[in-house]
């Protein structure tokens, strides 16, 4: 069985990605979806705390009580990601450049949802429990990452949002508390489906 990897980015590894990352990791285990989470940042001083807002948010949100240090994005993190989640549009952009077949498996965080979600709706998850014309595959990796590609596939047949910067999630770094909570709502929001769909995927919800 293969290993399923998530990695969520931001800008400096200490509100919103490890929050994601914790969130995510706190959603797969109630689940029981097999997978693993990281985060990094693309502009991250090494080895800092979350913002206390931020871990407020984490436990808040159901997550369990965790040291996080941030750390740097670079290219082998994303090549050994079979997923990518993302705060922005820009940031995207930087795991794209730093290395290109990222496209296929890159999304921000909020597109992902808004596109599992529809998904859901269209009641065709189920199918990714079946592989081959036989029975369900064993290989939940496997199984993860076909759910991925066909996320990736309905990318461009998405309607177009009222605005563009829907799919960007708040940055709350340096901002006031409630700046922080709109964040983390999005965030919680967006978790919430994405691991919806990944467990749909899997036959597990």
């Given amino acids: 069985m293969t290993k399923f990897t ?3 980015v931001c800008t400096g590894n200490i509100c919103r990605s490890p929050l ?3 969130l995510l990791r706190a959603r797969f285990a109630e689940l029981a979806v097999p997978a693993t989470v990281c985060s990094a940042g693309t502009r991250a001083l090494a080895a800092q705390p979350m913002t206390p807002q931020a ?4 436990l808040r949100y159901g997550a369990a009580e965790e040291v996080h240090t941030s750390q740097q994005l670079t290219e082998p993190l994303i090549a050994e990601a079979d997923l990518v989640l993302t705060a922005s549009r820009e940031h995207r952009a930087e795991v794209v450049s730093l290395h290109p077949r990222a496209a296929r498996y890159t999304f921000t965080l909020a597109q992902f949802a808004r596109l599992a979600e529809s998904h859901l709706e269209e009641t065709v998850l189920i199918e990714h429990a079946v592989r081959g014309g036989g029975g369900p595959s064993d290989d939940s990796g496997e199984t993860l990452r076909a759910y991925v590609a ?3 596939a309905i990318r461009g047949f998405a309607p177009p949002l009222a605005h563009s910067d829907d799919d960007d999630i708040v940055d ?3 901002r006031t508390q409630d700046i922080y909570d709109l964040s983390g709502q999005a965030v919680d929001k967006a978790v919430t489906v994405v691991c919806r769909g990944l ?3 899997l036959g597990r919800s």
């Fill in 150 to 152: 066909d996320i990736a």
């Fill in 199 to 201: 467990a749909t995927a």
């Fill in 20 to 22: 994601a990352e914790q």
């Fill in 172 to 174: 709350p770094y340096r």
């Fill in 6 to 8: 998530v990695l969520v």
């Fill in 55 to 58: 871990a407020a948010l984490s």
